[in-house]
């Protein structure tokens, strides 16, 4: 069982350009979330899908979009990276999104945009 | 929104001690606590939860005590060993229902032999 995965584990990325970090579950959770974690300022929440088909805004969700064609998959896409997008992003998941309950986390990817 | 504070940033104790970190929340109608564990590397993983019908929740050598009037909640660990070294995340619900959470800082704990 392999719970959450994230590709790729690093990037350096060039100001400017298009990038898209994967995350895949096989839990089968309804609930998906993506973080991105900064020194000092713990884990913010950028976007969040509570069922297939469905996305919402976190706390920081300018400059990142979010999609969710299925239960497993919810890819967060940088349209034209920025180096303030230069952080390590975590991608979750949960079994319910209606009610608050244990998130699950992938193992991150380590973004550095210059 | 959710507001949570968490204390310390840092925290060093010696193997076998105590360690105590605090948190603090800004919503009373918050429900739910969360404690994660981050290690070198790795996905924050949860090691505690505390909903707001109890005051005080254990498990073994770690536990999370709840204190509604004061809008505060702290984790305990006792027996402190290397291996609890990693950094500690508490959390809240974010206002407006479902499954979202607003995290604290984090405290680096270090537990030195």
């Known amino acids: 069982i392999a719970g959450i995965t994230q590709a790729p584990t690093s990037q350096i990325l060039a100001a400017g350009r298009r990038m898209t970090l994967r995350c895949t579950q096989d839990m089968r959770h309804n609930a998906m979330y993506w973080y991105r974690q900064d020194l000092g300022l713990g884990l913010r929440l950028i976007h969040y899908?509570?069922?297939?088909?469905?996305?919402g805004k976190g706390e920081v969700p300018d400059g990142y979009s979010v999609s969710r064609a299925n239960t497993d998959d919810f890819p967060l896409t940088l349209a034209s990276a920025v180096p303030s997008q230069t952080s390590v992003y975590f991608c979750?998941?949960?079994?319910?999104?209606?009610?608050?309950?244990?998130?699950?986390f992938g193992p991150g990817t380590r973004l550095t945009v210059l | 929104g959710e507001n949570v504070e968490q204390h310390p940033s840092t925290l060093s104790v010696q193997e076998g001690d105590s360690a105590v970190i605090k948190c603090t929340y800004s919503?009373?109608?918050?429900?739910?606590f969360p404690w994660y564990k981050q290690e070198l590397g790795k996905g924050p993983q949860l090691i505690i939860d505390?909903?707001?019908?109890?005051g005080e929740k254990k498990d073994q050598r770690i536990a999370v005590t709840l204190n509604k009037t004061a809008k505060h909640f702290s984790l305990h660990i006792t027996e402190t060993q290397p291996e609890d070294s990693a950094v500690y995340f508490c959390?809240?619900?974010?206002?407006?229902?479902?499954?979202?959470?607003?995290f604290g800082t984090g405290t680096q704990l270090k537990v030195e032999l």
């Open positions: 505390i909903r707001s019908n109890v």
């Open positions: 959390a809240a619900p974010q206002q407006g229902g479902g499954n979202k959470l607003t």
């Open positions: 919503d009373s109608a918050s429900n739910y």
């Open positions: 979750a998941s949960s079994v319910l999104a209606g009610t608050v309950d244990e998130q699950f």
């Open positions: 899908s509570n069922t297939a088909g469905t996305t």
